[in-house]
């Protein structure tokens, strides 16, 4: 085959690749790193084209475009969401992204997202903790120990200094294989066979459960004061996690609020309750946690400037390394207007494999 | 490294896939394929889930996702335009695509779709000048001989049996590549110095032209009475091609009205002037061309459900073919609650080259 022009290659990032990328940087260095790129970009929120996702809904799940751009670079994540997939041995959530240059409209990397959106999660969660969190947190509670969990306890450790990570499930399968994953992480992992064992002494309550229909993972007399609730399964109309009433006495802190207030647990409650976007903690602009004793909420259903971060820190990240593969994706006539003349000179080259 | 399992790979069509596909299959037999495609999703247009194209724009050009599902089959384009790019040496137009499962939301396709919406384009105005263009049509007038040109000329040949292709382009380096280009294909060529040169004789006029702003490829006075116009290249706001007179007196056919309303040639006319879905003519349920003498216009701006049939298409083709590489893009760990296992485990495998 004719080699195809550098402008033809779009860098490629499969599963293989991310694993092996992660495992090299090392997952708490990795979760340090992406907080800090999505922080970075929190800082500029004001930049980004900020587009609802474009959803494609069927009976039993649903298809997603997050697309994104700050002027000079624009992503998009294809992200898939049907619960009943599990029962086939698929996963629940499978993603791609892409990365684009925005000056030429070329792509500049195409990565595999299921994993990178794992990692993005947590650390974006671990991001808002360190804003939120009552000060010298060390405890967290893990609610809800899947495909999340590890991540979720990683990051914290990481970005948060938490030390002690206290696990509950309701299937206790999930709960062994999250304390085998975290086992020599230097993380103390406490196996809690009730929710409310699992929230004693924590100062971090992280639930992360799978339910698809209205839930309550924590009711109001379970939390006490002087706690940051990180809310992670809630995500999508008609699940959520947390009874009503701890949301009226919680400081409520979301990404972007008319998805949250869509996707979020914040949808059980008036469409003006009073919200607050975390950029704005972080940029100063307004108060985060105001005393101790609070009960500061994170209702994060994730969103697409995270994506965004995590490709440009992947995009970074492959400068000199090995972890992926060019795809001749972009067709490249050497004159643009002769794309016809491009195809039938195919057949002069030799063949591909 | 460990092998990924069937459902975490994505077959492929890379840019030199695809141009050896096209040339296996032969560009005319393609062209009829892709025709029956389009017009048989066409035929089941009110079963598609029809959405804008989610545009981001910026100061030289825009970025596209333009998706679409039948409720079995999900696909969506990654399209930009950016005119400038051509003074880098670079596409205008670039373009990818995937297909996946509803039923999953896993991807079963991704694609190069820069030839391919080449493909598909000249495909769908053949199809349409089927249905709208005088009976024994043997002369197409081609104006604009930049990358569609050849693709037009010969989906016209194979789908609607033109005889004669006649050329006119304002710069004539374009229409010697071009004449080149179709040497030898059981076309007549005859390369015009003037439009009014080319549109003699002619039945079927397309015009193709990359001017940015408003122009006036065809004045009013060009055009007689029983000719089909097939207007590919007016397709943003601000771009066109007709004299505003021709449309008034032309039955207008369309794709999708909301879209061609605000990208088409019809942008130039009241936003109820009266046009026809091509769909509804080729299920019946509304006329076409009322008389031999009748001005008729295809207001070509491109949709999403020709791009779905083009890669159902490709991926029919795809069968026990060995066009496209398997990619390794969807994690798939034993246990789906276990992705951060799977990440730790591919530690113990022998590393990728």
């Given at each position: 085959?004719?080699?195809?022009?550098?402008?033809?290659?779009?860098?490629?990032?499969?599963?293989?690749?991310?694993?092996?990328?992660?495992?090299?940087?090392?997952?708490?260095?990795?979760?340090?790193?992406?907080?800090?790129?999505?922080?970075?970009?929190?800082?500029?929120?004001?930049?980004?084209?900020?587009?609802?996702?474009?959803?494609?809904?069927?009976?039993?799940?649903?298809?997603?475009?997050?697309?994104?751009?700050?002027?000079?670079?624009?992503?998009?994540?294809?992200?898939?969401?049907?619960?009943?997939?599990?029962?086939?041995?698929?996963?629940?959530?499978?993603?791609?992204?892409?990365?684009?240059?925005?000056?030429?409209?070329?792509?500049?990397?195409?990565?595999?997202?299921?994993?990178?959106?794992?990692?993005?999660?947590?650390?974006?969660?671990?991001?808002?903790?360190?804003?939120?969190?009552?000060?010298?947190?060390?405890?967290?509670?893990?609610?809800g120990n899947g495909a999340q969990a590890?991540?979720?306890?990683?990051?914290?450790?990481?970005?948060?200094?938490?030390?002690?990570?206290?696990?509950?499930d309701?299937?206790?399968?999930a709960?062994?294989?999250c304390?085998?994953?975290?086992?020599?992480?230097?993380?103390?992992?406490?196996?809690?066979?009730?929710?409310?064992?699992?929230?004693?002494?924590?100062?971090?309550?992280?639930?992360c459960t799978a339910?698809?229909?209205?839930?309550?993972?924590?009711?109001?007399?379970?939390?006490?004061?002087?706690?940051?609730?990180?809310?992670?399964?809630?995500?999508?109309?008609?699940?959520?996690?947390?009874?009503?009433?701890?949301?009226?006495?919680?400081?409520?802190?979301?990404?972007?609020?008319?998805?949250?207030?869509?996707?979020?647990?914040?949808?059980?409650?008036?469409?003006?309750?009073?919200?607050?976007?975390?950029?704005?903690?972080?940029?100063?602009?307004?108060?985060?946690?105001?005393?101790?004793?609070?009960?500061?909420?994170?209702?994060?259903?994730?969103?697409?400037?995270?994506?965004?971060?995590?490709?440009?820190?992947?995009?970074?990240?492959?400068?000199?390394?090995?972890?992926?593969?060019?795809?001749?994706?972009?067709?490249?006539?050497?004159?643009?207007?002769?794309?016809?003349?491009?195809?039938?000179?195919?057949?002069?080259?030799?063949?591909?494999?």
């Amino acid at each position: 085959m004719s080699l195809p022009s550098r402008h033809a290659l779009v860098p490629f990032v499969s599963v293989d690749h991310m694993m092996r990328l992660v495992l090299h940087v090392g997952i708490e260095r990795m979760m340090l790193e992406l907080a800090d790129a999505i922080e970075a970009d929190f800082r500029r929120w004001p930049d980004f084209d900020k587009t609802p996702r474009v959803a494609s809904h069927s009976d039993i799940g649903v298809i997603e475009l997050m697309p994104t751009s700050d002027g000079q670079q624009y992503g998009f994540k294809y992200v898939n969401g049907h619960p009943s997939n599990t029962r086939q041995g698929l996963q629940t959530v499978t993603a791609f992204g892409v990365l684009a240059d925005v000056a030429t409209g070329y792509p500049v990397l195409l990565s595999e997202m299921t994993i990178l959106t794992a990692l993005r999660t947590a650390a974006t969660s671990a991001m808002a903790a360190k804003w939120l969190a009552p000060r010298d947190a060390r405890v967290m509670a893990m609610i809800g120990n899947g495909a999340q969990a590890e991540f979720q306890a990683l990051a914290m450790k990481a970005v948060c200094g938490i030390e002690e990570v206290r696990l509950y499930d309701t299937d206790p399968a999930a709960t062994r294989k999250c304390a085998a994953n975290l086992a020599g992480r230097g993380l103390r992992i406490v196996s809690c066979t009730t929710a409310e064992d699992a929230i004693l002494g924590a100062q971090i309550i992280t639930t992360c459960t799978a339910d698809k229909q209205y839930a309550t993972i924590l009711t109001d007399n379970m939390v006490g004061g002087g706690v940051h609730i990180n809310a992670v399964g809630g995500d999508c109309p008609g699940k959520t996690e947390l009874h009503r009433d701890i949301l009226l006495r919680a400081g409520i802190f979301v990404e972007y609020p008319p998805q949250t207030r869509i996707e979020g647990e914040i949808q059980q409650l008036a469409p003006d309750h009073p919200v607050t976007e975390l950029w704005q903690v972080i940029t100063g602009q307004t108060q985060g946690r105001t005393d101790a004793a609070q009960v500061t909420l994170f209702d994060s259903v994730g969103f697409a400037i995270e994506d965004f971060s995590a490709l440009r820190h992947i995009h970074q990240r492959l400068q000199g390394a090995q972890f992926f593969q060019d795809l001749d994706m972009i067709a490249d006539p050497d004159d643009p207007r002769d794309l016809f003349g491009m195809i039938c000179r195919a057949d002069l080259h030799s063949s591909v494999a």
